[in-house]
T-cell receptor
Framework: QKEVEQDPGPLSVPEGAIVSLNCTYSNSAFQYFMWYRQYSRKGPELLMYTYSSGNKEDGRFTAQVDKSSKYISLFIRDSQPSDSATYLC????????FGKGTRLHILP | GAGVSQSPSNKVTEKGKDVELRCDPISGHTALYWYRQSLGQGLEFLIYFQGNSAPDKSGLPSDRFSAERTGGSVSTLTIQRTQQEDSAVYLC????????????FGPGTRLLVL
């Protein structure tokens, strides 16, 4: 089993919909969880950063961590075409491990 | 301030040739990383530099790949005798100090081996 599993998509949703992106992991030592966003032909950029379990909200984005299930989610409310990108989850113990990324398309 | 920069943006080469890819990290960042990203494979860790410590080369896929970091700043990734399977986007990232800290990525070098 890979340390971090992420469905590569692509995921296509209509503009305005709520988007749910998810990752599962196997290493219970992970304490810090991140979501990176990568636009086409660009490098990934940090979007959100969460410590341990719980929710963190930033505008239209909510990051959720369930350590008991080893499952993290990123929710995007009122999705916009500009949200179309690849979203990579990442988590760390002594180093950062990235998921493969989910390609998201928001259809206008 | 300036972010991580990489050059060239794109590189097309013939199978068997050597290529050099360059990364300029954020000024003051002591940790530097190289990753390879190909369709369906996600971010594949290649090598990590931290200050003057010996680099972590555990991700280099073969001895055709090597990297160096001169003066604790600029880094060069070299691929010798390129193969078609080396075609990918090579991303560089830097972080302030340690491996656990937030990584800031450059735009990548898109390598195509014909």
């Amino acid at each position: 089993q890979k340390e971090v599993e992420q469905d590569p998509g692509p995921l296509s949703v209509p503009e305005g919909a709520i988007v749910s992106l998810n990752c599962t992991y196997s290493n219970s030592a992970f304490q810090y969880f991140m979501w990176y966003r990568q636009y086409s032909r660009k490098g990934p950029e940090l979007l959100m950063y969460t410590y341990s379990s719980g929710n963190k909200e930033d505008g239209r984005f909510t990051a959720q961590v369930d350590k008991s299930s080893k499952y993290i989610s990123l929710f995007i409310r009122d999705s916009q075409p500009s949200d179309s990108a690849t979203y990579l989850c990442a988590m760390r113990d002594d180093k950062i491990i990235f998921g493969k990324g989910t390609r998201l398309h928001i259809l206008p | 301030g300036a972010g991580v920069s990489q050059s060239p943006s794109n590189k097309v080469t013939e199978k068997g040739k050597d290529v050099e890819l360059r990364c300029d990290p954020i000024s003051g960042h002591t940790a530097l990383y190289w990753y390879r990203q190909s369709l369906g494979q996600g971010l594949e860790f290649l090598i990590y530099f931290q200050g003057n410590s010996a680099p972590d080369k555990s991700g280099l896929p073969s001895d055709r790949f090597s990297a160096e970091r001169t003066g604790g700043s600029v880094s060069t990734l070299t691929i010798q005798r390129t193969q078609q399977e080396d075609s990918a986007v090579y991303l560089c990232a830097s972080s302030l100090r340690a491996r656990q800290e937030t990584q800031y990525f450059g735009p990548g070098t898109r390598l195509l081996v014909l």
